[in-house]
């Protein structure tokens, strides 16, 4: 799919953001959706933290992901970030390179920042080890499951 038939969008603390983007994350069948959408709904975000949106010219969800300096591990027990966070294609679109876009999109929100690393805190193995991140071990998140810790040097 080429860049010219996708609209993105960016939601952020800081600026405004049309509403119907909130209802498109918060509808999928995934539950880091909702999660993702109520935090939004509770300003329950970080002043740098990014949602970047992709729809079809019509508005029809793509996929999203976020940056995130905090996600879903306790920052007592993990104090570092930020994350690239629910990483979501639309089956329609999967396979056809929407993730690495996201992921590439979220790199660059990180690099604005100014920031050195990113991590991803995920069950999946593949998509960001393709992308350069690498596997630091397990951990616990905040729903009490074993995930997988990863690590990118910017």
């Not at 952020?12 to 999928?28: A, G, K, V």
């Not at 996929?63 to 294609?89: C, H, M, R």
């Not at 979220?106 to 805190?121: D, G, H, M, S």
């Amino acid at each position: 799919m080429t860049s010219s038939k996708i609209n993105t969008y960016h939601i952020n603390p800081t600026e405004d953001y049309p509403q119907f983007l909130i209802e498109l994350i918060q509808s999928i069948e995934w539950k880091a959706g909702p999660h993702l959408a109520q935090r939004v709904k509770d300003n329950n975000l970080a002043s740098y933290d990014e949602i970047i949106v992709l729809t079809t010219l019509d508005d029809q969800l793509i996929g999203f992901g976020a940056y995130l300096e905090t996600d879903i591990l306790d920052k007592a027990d993990y104090p570092f970030g930020p994350f690239v966070s629910t990483i979501y294609v639309t089956p329609k679109y999967r396979g056809q390179g929407i993730s690495y876009q996201l992921i590439n999109n979220l790199l660059q929100v990180a690099k604005k920042n100014k920031r050195e690393q990113l991590y991803v805190v995920t069950e999946h193995t593949g998509l960001y080890e393709k992308n350069g991140f690498i596997f630091q071990g397990f951990v616990t998140d905040i729903f009490n499951r074993k995930m997988r810790l990863l690590k990118k040097d910017l």
